[in-house]
């Protein structure tokens, strides 16, 4: 079985801070949406910009989360083929490399599709809170870099594969 070489520090403070960055989305979303609902259900009237908020908040809270996942292995994985090779280790590093490569190039698609909507983005502003609209694509433009940057350090350092939740390749 090969172990990997972890830096605790960084990947719980890491953990920390994409814990709390997603709490604060999540719980100003919620106030956002509850002072709303019963203002509009109350009083007649409501915040405009709460719908705004809340969807600006929810795109950022979904690709920091996104972004968090990814070093502990939690996206979604297709463990059948990769199973099969763990008695093979050369077919497994074989198998690794692939996956690693896939990755990468899936995030330099996405990243680049994500830039292209910044760059346009940068005209135009939301109609009630006047933000740039290119805070929309932005997160997906970092998330897609920073996993992407994570999957080369992982391919340099030809790190075994990891499934989350204890789960391992050997």
Known sequence: MTTEVQHPVTESAFRRLSSALMAI????????VFVNVVLRYGF????????????LLFVWMVFIGATAAYPAGEHMVFTSLVGLLRKKPRAMAGVTVLIRLLVLGACVLVAWGAWQQVVVGLDSHSVVLHYPT???????FLCTTAIGIMALVELIKRTPLH???????E
């Open 44 to 55: 007649g009237s409501g915040i405009a910009a709460s719908e705004e908020l809340s969807r």
């Open 163 to 169: 499934f989350g939740f204890g789960a391992q390749a």
């Open 25 to 32: 989305c999540l719980g100003v979303m919620a106030m956002s």
């Open 134 to 140: 290119a805070l929309l694509p932005l997160p997906a």
